[in-house]
């Protein structure tokens, strides 16, 4: 006899408006210039629309030495310093841009504050793509990366100039707040973003995880492991004494924790695709008999981004 189970499932999850705009600029691009178009990084952390993608004609590169001279390549969602769009533009490849929009928003704020005299303090996680390519923007002495609020301690701006900071998109909306409180205590001139940086899908994401774990015992994130605003949901389910899991498909559930819940709840990160979700629960239904229920925040997203415009051709080609 099958175990009873409680589902729960999140909303809004899974794919962002950023993402959708990424993966669709390298579909188009594989329309518009054929087979094959590379991609510089993962288009989105997320092995599943990689794996896609690839199916279809994309190949992805570490760096530009890996791309033919001429070629078109396609810079991920998460952004690019600026010395990468200058070596394209020496070998000549023709560059579409899937930066979102958002991350694109910090890059202009880091560039604005640096003009303006100011040091820039970049709140974010190191080794991250949105941060190499945000600190890309600006030179060394210009930008600083903070981590933690240990780091505002620790850090040494230079004397006489002003501050300003911005932050990482895809970061835990409880803990950054807390680093810019830090922050202005330590430096109560600092300049910020008119509105915070931390982007919507993240925010969102997060807020339908704390009405999730009013539910539940125990949470499957589906997600990558590189994946920030995805591991910032199991951060939070467990910072709130709920048992997370951090899954990129069905096959990497493990059956026996799942086994000791009575209740459960699911959500996505911003570039898992829904797909994997809905594998999931057919998983969940086969082994267990469960009632489903959908745990709406009551946040709709209608957010769309435009797509570069040597692309509208080729958009109106495919519809």
């Not at 589902?7 to 993402?19: L, M, N, W």
């Not at 188009?28 to 990689?50: D, F, G, T």
């Not at 202009?108 to 390519?133: C, D, S, T």
């Not at 949470?219 to 910032?232: D, E, H, K, Q, T």
Request: proline content about 5%.
């Amino acid at each position: 006899m099958k175990k009873d189970l409680a589902v729960y499932i999140a909303s809004p999850r899974g794919f962002c408006a950023g993402v959708e705009r990424a993966i669709k600029i390298v579909e188009l691009s594989l329309k518009k210039y054929r087979p094959p178009v590379y991609v510089r990084h993962e288009i989105v952390h997320n092995r599943y629309v990689v794996q896609d993608l690839e199916k279809k004609g994309a190949i992805f590169v570490e760096e530009l030495d890996e791309v033919p001279e001429g070629a078109p390549v396609v810079f991920s969602a998460h952004g690019v310093p600026k010395v990468v769009f200058k070596n394209a533009q020496d070998k000549k490849m023709t560059v579409l841009d899937a930066t979102c929009p958002l991350v694109f928003k910090v890059h202009r704020e880091a560039e604005v504050h640096a003009k303006k005299g100011a040091h820039v303090l970049l709140i974010g996680h190191a080794g991250h793509p949105e941060v190499i390519g945000t600190m890309g923007q600006l030179q060394p002495d210009q930008i600083t990366l903070i981590e933690t609020t240990d780091d505002v301690a620790k850090i040494s701006p230079p004397e006489g100039k002003p501050l300003a900071y911005v932050t990482q998109t895809t970061l835990s909306v409880d803990d950054t707040a807390e680093i810019i409180d830090t922050l202005r205590k330590r430096f109560p001139d600092i300049h910020g973003p008119r509105r915070e940086d931390i982007c919507y899908a993240t925010t969102n994401r997060q807020a339908a995880v704390k009405l999730l774990i009013e539910h539940c015992t125990m949470i499957l994130v589906v997600g990558a492991p590189n994946s920030s605003n995805s591991l910032r949901l199991v951060e939070l389910a467990i910072r709130n004494n709920i048992a997370a899991k951090l899954v990129q498909n069905v096959s990497e559930i493990d059956w026996s924790l799942v086994d000791s819940h009575n209740a459960i709840g699911i959500t996505a990160g911003a570039s898992a695709p829904e797909v994997l979700v809905e594998e999931i629960i057919l998983a969940l239904q086969d082994r267990y008999t469960c009632t489903i229920e959908t745990i709406h925040s009551g946040i709709a997203e209608e957010i769309t981004f435009k797509l570069p415009q040597q692309l509208t051709a080729a958009k109106k080609s495919v519809a």
